[in-house]
């Protein structure tokens, strides 16, 4: 009957107010549990029952179910916390966690309460482990797939590969009226005196300053950089240097050869120990960086910048000139440290021309104190060192003349001979030169003459001999006036770039078909290699030529060894001129070449120190014979001339120039070395090396970045967390403990970085509150008592009429 129906119905609604309860009570009971989201009860009617009515048939509801408990994924405040480690999520998304038995994330959370285990993994309270990306230590990008994150507690010593020095050099300082070198002042051997001294006098220098850089092994090594004034206006010099007794740097084979026993950089044998880089910084007129050159300092500490033998050069894919190093002894290379000054290589190759200079310069009067000779001067009016001075009316037999010989830029002989005219112009001399070697012939400020090649780059622009006749006064004697040699020299002046190291040049030159240029090089197959007479060096069978070389090698031992030109490929033989130079080294003890006029060139490997008492050269070839089958002579005169010595230069430089094609064009950085008219100081300088360190401090960015503070100072990014979300919040299921997974109805998770694909953004040091609210909860609450409460009213009365309907029979 109908009574009894409402019975069931009201226990029905008793029985879903009290799940309702159940589910008010646990959002109540977990108002302060973090990261926890609400539920809500849903309730919905049951099937309806058809009963009879007067108007027909018609439905009567059996009570109430509950439909669903929805959580409710609304975001929860959040709270300060001082622990790096504590994350919040402010949008949507929850952290990915592995549990310890699953082989990849299965389980996700709000909850941002994460700490570091005994291993330096990131995990949850119950010890899920936290998922996300490592970083890349080189390009800070995220590296791999996602993964547990792993912060290192320490970080292993990084050896330094940058360093920077910003400073400004003082543009009041003095220009150096005598150009003396800092890789000239430093001698790494005082450190090993009996007496140490500094390597190099405070008084030679103008500025210095210091960098702390770090080995591999993590120890600190300090690199002094010393700048200095040049006699050059806006050119400044510097030298970065070590601690010689610290320098280590391996020796290449070459120099094993040469400094043996020593295999390394010795302070105790070496000048050169200690100084790792020397160069020169250009500035323009503003103060402003546009040109820096580069050096290697050679164990005997002789750089040579007029040649290219130490000159360091820059692909257009560098930024900066790069020294070496070695503190720790490691034998299978040296460490590699880019130096940058504020300005960056503009990829731009410079040709720079080559400039040969006279050794003396001649004199304006034949008075004590007399000043130079410029173009303007009347010959009249020239004098060399010793007092003598040439004339003439300008006509052949009736004056005086001056004779060079040499070369063109492109290996052509030349030669000129001046006749003298009292009345006339230097200039008149200097033209005459100019035409004749294709330069420009000027005097210098000290009365040299000086030769540039009007092509800039490589070339073979020489002059071999300058010859001076005193066809008037001193006819065919040696006791002409030289103005620009040394009296008595006839034929042996020569226009050379300043060398530390003795040279020989051989008289003839390697030449093409015909015997004319172009001239040979070191690659040049031996059947193209011709003397001036057009004549060919045989080097197939049978008959291959034979080149004798009579001589001393660079120790004074005599030579008279034969060379057999082998024009046949194979693998020991290249079938060129460069076996001949191979074994020209070896035999004479010194480096070989073939210059840019095609002559061979042999350079004693040792710098001249006679002047001190020290090593002395004795390279020489007296004669080269022709090829024995073919007579081909290319680099002899009749087998008779000796090789041309050019002895090494000791009285300093003197603006010669080997031209050559050089990376020296550089533009300055917002922050750059500067010469202004302020105190020199360091205006700034960093570098990028580290001793080891040890895990002091962890900080997360709003991306989720994790990165670690350590105590030698680095800030490295070490992970970055990620992130997932559901298609259905509603169908993850609840594990406890504030841990969702994944399920059919909840669809697969998508992943992402923290401000992604719709996902949140981390909030660091905080974390996300219960989104419980009380107030809605107790209003909730009193709603669903006094639905329990009707419902109970429902079956008391319900059961009065029943007992109603019992009595009846009474």
């Not at 000239?184 to 007496?195: H, I, L, Q």
């Not at 601690?243 to 026993?261: F, G, K, M, V």
């Not at 009067?365 to 004098?383: C, F, K, P, Q």
Request: one cysteine or more; charged letters at 20%; proline letters at 3%.
């Amino acid at each position: 009957m109908a009574i009894a129906s409402s019975l069931y119905s009201s226990i029905s609604g008793i029985n879903t107010m009290g799940n309702a309860m159940a589910v008010l009570g646990d959002n109540v009971a977990n108002v302060n549990t973090l990261s926890f989201k609400s539920s809500r009860s849903i309730f919905q009617d049951v099937l309806s029952q058809s009963v009879s009515t007067a108007s027909g048939s018609r439905q009567v509801g059996r009570g109430v179910t509950l439909s669903t408990v929805d959580a409710l994924f609304a975001q929860g405040s959040f709270q300060s916390s001082s622990i790096s480690t504590d994350m919040a999520i402010g949008g949507q998304g929850f952290f990915m966690l592995r549990s310890a038995e699953a082989s990849e994330a299965n389980l996700y959370t709000r909850a941002g309460e994460f700490r570091f285990d005994q291993e330096g993994y990131l995990i949850s309270p119950v010890g899920h482990f936290v998922q996300g990306w490592s970083i890349d230590q080189v390009t800070e990008e995220r590296a791999g797939t996602i993964g547990d994150i792993l912060i290192d507690k320490t970080t292993p010593p990084v050896e330094t590969t940058l360093i920077e020095v910003i400073t400004n050099v003082d543009s009041r300082e003095d220009n150096e009226l005598n150009e003396v070198r800092l890789f000239d002042s430093w001698d790494g051997r005082n450190a090993a005196a009996v007496k140490p001294s500094p390597p190099i006098d405070a008084n030679l220098y103008d500025y210095i300053t210091t960098i702390k850089v770090y080995d591999s092994k993590g120890a600190s090594h300090d690199l002094t950089v010393y700048f200095d004034r040049t006699t050059e206006d806006n050119e400044w010099e510097y030298m970065i240097t070590c601690d010689p007794s610290e320098d280590l740097r391996n020796l290449d084979t070459r120099e094993q050869a040469i400094y043996a026993p020593n295999t390394r950089y010795n302070y105790e044998d070496h000048k050169g120990a200690g100084a790792l880089l020397y160069g020169t910084i250009e500035f323009d007129t503003s103060g402003n960086i546009n040109g820096i050159t580069s050096y290697n300092v050679p164990p005997d500490g002789k750089v040579d910048p007029a040649l290219d033998v130490n000159r360091n050069t820059l692909t257009n894919t560098d930024s900066y000139y790069t020294l070496e190093c070695n503190f720790t002894g490691d034998l299978q290379a040296n460490q590699e440290i880019e130096i940058n000054f504020g300005a960056q290589y503009t990829g731009i190759v410079t040709p720079i021309k080559q400039t040969l200079v006279s050794e003396l310069g001649a004199l304006d009067s034949n008075l004590s104190g007399a000043s130079y000779i410029t173009g303007e001067t009347y010959w009249r009016d020239v004098y060399d060192r010793n007092g003598l001075q040439l004339s003439g009316d300008g006509g052949a037999g009736t004056s005086d003349t001056i004779a060079l010989t040499g070369f063109t830029n492109d290996g052509t002989a030349t030669s000129v001979t001046y006749n003298v005219n009292s009345d006339a112009k230097v200039q008149e001399f200097l033209d005459a030169v100019g035409t004749a070697f294709d330069a420009t012939a000027t005097i210098d400020a000290v009365g040299r003459l000086k030769l540039a090649d009007l092509t800039s780059g490589d070339s073979g622009m020489y002059v071999t001999s300058i010859v001076c006749d005193g066809t008037i006064d001193n006819p065919g004697t040696n006791d002409d006036a030289n103005p620009f040699g040394e009296t008595g020299t006839n034929g042996d002046t020569v226009l050379n770039i300043t060398t530390s190291k003795r040279k020989i040049y051989s008289p003839g030159q390697g030449l093409g078909v015909g015997g004319i240029p172009p001239v040979v090089t070191a690659n040049t197959p031996w059947e193209q290699v011709f003397d001036s007479g057009g004549t060919a060096l045989d080097g197939t069978l049978p008959g291959q030529d034979d080149l004798t070389f009579v001589g001393f090698d660079a120790d004074g031992n005599a030579v008279n060894a034969n060379y057999t030109v082998d024009a046949v490929e194979t693998p020991t033989n290249t079938g060129t001129v460069q076996d001949l130079l191979d074994w020209l080294e070896t035999t004479f003890i010194a480096d070989a070449e073939i210059d840019h006029a095609g002559r061979i060139v042999l350079t004693d490997r040792k710098a001249d120190e006679a002047q001190t008492g020290g090593y002395t050269s004795k390279l020489a070839i007296t004669s080269v014979s022709p090829g024995s089958v073919s007579g081909a002579d290319p680099w002899g005169s009749g087998g008779a001339a000796p090789f041309l010595t050019v002895e090494a230069d000791t009285s300093g430089e003197d603006s010669s120039q080997l031209g050559d094609n050089v990376s020296v064009s550089f533009a300055p950085e917002a922050l750059a070395t500067t010469q202004y008219a302020n105190s020199s100081t360091t205006i700034f300088q960093d570098q990028n090396g580290f001793s080891s360190g040890f895990l002091q401090a962890v900080a997360v960015d709003t991306e989720g970045v994790m990165t670690g503070n350590y105590s030698n100072g680095q800030v490295l990014k070490k992970a970055q967390v990620a992130l997932a979300n559901f298609a259905s919040l509603e169908g993850l299921f609840k594990q406890g403990g504030n841990i969702f997974s994944e399920t059919t109805e909840s669809g697969a998770p998508v992943t992402g970085i923290p401000g992604s694909n719709g996902l949140g953004t981390i909030a660091p040091n905080a974390l996300e509150q219960s989104n419980v609210d009380i107030g809605t909860e107790f209003v909730n609450l009193v709603t669903i008592q006094r639905g329990f409460q009707a419902n109970t009213k429902i079956v008391t009365t319900t059961d009065e009429m029943i007992a109603d309907v019992i009595n009846m029979k009474r």
